[in-house]
């Protein structure tokens, strides 16, 4: 089931849709540049995996700059309301913060702030043009994808409850079909708007009035000032070393520096050694993220307001230790429990005949988000305040103008300074487990970015928004595998072969001859561009 991988050297940009790695290929012909390319891209893919991401998500954005050689992000991820606090829910009532609905929509959308500061530092072509692809889809219509009717499918009661979904998705009580046009007038004048205003209808203008008017009138916590006050940040990336290369990840908020903890571990073994397809591998995956989660579950949360001690939980000899911990009964099944987390997540990766490349993601959290959209905007609203404790002991206990615990991290392999690799999934809980594979892959075992991606995935963990502390693991590997992994403890449960759990997943690797490989993932709709 491999997709076909293209080769290029001009030019490459691999998304989770197919129209999407359309829109960013015709930007570049165009004129612009991997920036560009990757707002027009988000843009698009608002429009046309809406059940994925959108105008009412967040989005982080790791970059490098040819002309100056930088690595830079940008975390366009939204704080929580001035109100919000958890006496508010306990008042209610609950005991944690509702995952659908008005009461789970509580942080500002960060995704179009990210998108004007981006283009404002680093953009060529005019901020209209980056819109034009979105509002045509809008417009016009598109084709529901496989994807889109799997989730229409399973979310259709939040659908059926949502009058402005219902309308959107059903037709004479039913919910359209795969290849059926979806068209989305209030999200294309609401697009329209954007192009015409800028991000400031969104954050002090008529547009934002709108939102806050309706989550108001909802009985929502959202007002004026949170959106005023809000603006993303700069940042600057996390990375370390392995085996010759250096790995980029955004920081904290994001949980990318799991990763970063893995690979360290990881150091101390050779991987090529250890076969892909054996029950050792995804023995020795588990507990090895098992390690990085402990610490992420410990301390993960908005750094300014809470210390990360980011400098040990990076360093080589605090890998060591946890190597050794592993390897002190290295068939032992360790035990952790994580919490329940979303994973409505797009990836996708550009880079430009300069030598511009950008690595971004982009997420409503759940599937169709808090299912809920405020009054004529179009725009579903992110539940990413759900996953707030209301347990004043836990680090990303709920506080006001806070930014969340947060799932999304684009990564990005440089070789000698250059970038090698740009990558990343779709996949909440699953993302970093994603990249470990992804970064084996192609590292250790030698594979190409297309067959690292389609290699045989698992997900440790509760994901998807429901319980379970299971390994999941696609079936395409011998019986024997599953057999030894529940002989020595493990919780196997298996997938489809090419499951949608495992999230989608996307890549370019860059060679020493200066030629770019790209690589969608055959799980999902997407599609590799390059000339």
Not at 8 to 29: C, D, F, K, N
Not at 130 to 144: N, R, T, V, W
């Amino acid at each position: 089931m491999l997709n076909i991988m293209p080769r290029a050297e001009r030019a490459m940009i691999a998304t989770p849709h197919y129209l999407a790695s359309s829109v960013g290929s015709a930007i570049l012909q165009q004129g612009g540049n991997a920036f560009d390319a990757a707002i027009a891209i988000s843009a698009t893919l608002g429009v046309v995996y809406p059940h994925m991401t959108g105008l009412g998500g967040d989005a982080f954005f790791l970059m490098h700059e040819a002309a100056t050689g930088a690595y830079t992000g940008f975390n366009g991820s939204g704080k929580s309301a001035a109100k919000v606090t958890p006496d508010f829910y306990r008042e209610q009532g609950m005991n944690q913060i509702p995952q659908r609905g008005i009461l789970s929509a509580i942080t500002v959308p960060g995704m179009v702030d990210a998108w004007w500061q981006v283009w404002e530092k680093h953009g060529k072509l005019p901020w209209a043009k980056l819109l034009d692809a979105a509002i045509g889809y809008a417009e016009k219509g598109f084709p529901i994808s496989r994807n889109l009717l799997f989730w229409m499918r399973k979310d259709e009661p939040f659908i059926r409850a949502s009058v402005q979904l219902s309308a959107l998705y059903m037709r004479d009580g039913e919910l359209l079909k795969e290849g059926d046009r979806l068209i989305q007038p209030e999200m294309a004048r609401t697009l329209r708007l954007l192009q015409q205003e800028g991000r400031d209808a969104f954050y002090t203008g008529s547009l934002m009035q709108t939102i806050v008017d309706n989550v108001k009138q909802d009985g929502g916590l959202l007002e004026e000032e949170d959106f005023r006050s809000f603006a993303g940040e700069w940042v600057e990336p996390l990375s370390t070393t392995y085996r010759g290369y250096d790995i980029y990840q955004m920081p904290p908020n994001s949980q990318g520096f799991t990763a970063l903890m893995m690979m360290n571990m990881l150091e101390h073994i050779d991987m090529a050694a250890v076969p892909r397809a054996s029950a050792n591998f995804y023995h020795l995956m588990s507990e090895v993220i098992k390690k990085a989660f402990k610490d992420r579950d410990r301390y993960l949360t908005d750094p300014h307001f809470r210390e990360i001690p980011l400098e040990r939980l990076l360093s080589k000899s605090y890998a060591q230790e946890l190597w050794n911990e592993i390897q002190a009964n290295p068939l032992k099944v360790s035990e952790h429990l994580s919490p329940a987390i979303g994973q409505d997540t797009a990836y996708a990766a550009v880079v430009d005949e300069e030598g511009n490349s950008v690595s971004f993601i982009q997420s409503l959290y759940f599937d169709f988000g808090a299912a809920y959209v405020p009054g004529d905007t179009g725009i579903i609203m992110q539940n990413r305040g759900s996953f707030f404790s209301l347990d004043p002991a836990c680090a990303n206990v709920l506080e006001p103008r806070k930014r969340s615990f947060h799932t999304l991290m684009p990564a990005m392999v440089s070789k000698a300074g250059k970038p090698y690799m740009l990558f990343g999934t779709q996949g909440g809980e699953g993302q970093p487990q994603t990249q470990l594979s992804i970064l084996t892959g192609v590292l250790d075992y030698g594979l190409s970015i297309q067959e690292a991606i389609s290699l045989p995935r698992w997900v440790y963990g509760r994901t998807w928004g429901e319980d379970g502390d299971a390994l999941k693991l696609e079936h395409r590997l011998e019986p024997e595998v599953y057999t030894k992994l529940k002989q020595w403890g493990h919780r196997v449960e298996p997938v489809k072969s090419w499951d949608g759990i495992m999230g989608q997943a996307q890549g370019i690797v860059i060679d020493e001859q200066g030629f770019m490989s790209g690589a969608a993932d055959p799980r999902g709709d997407g599609l590799a561009i390059g000339w």
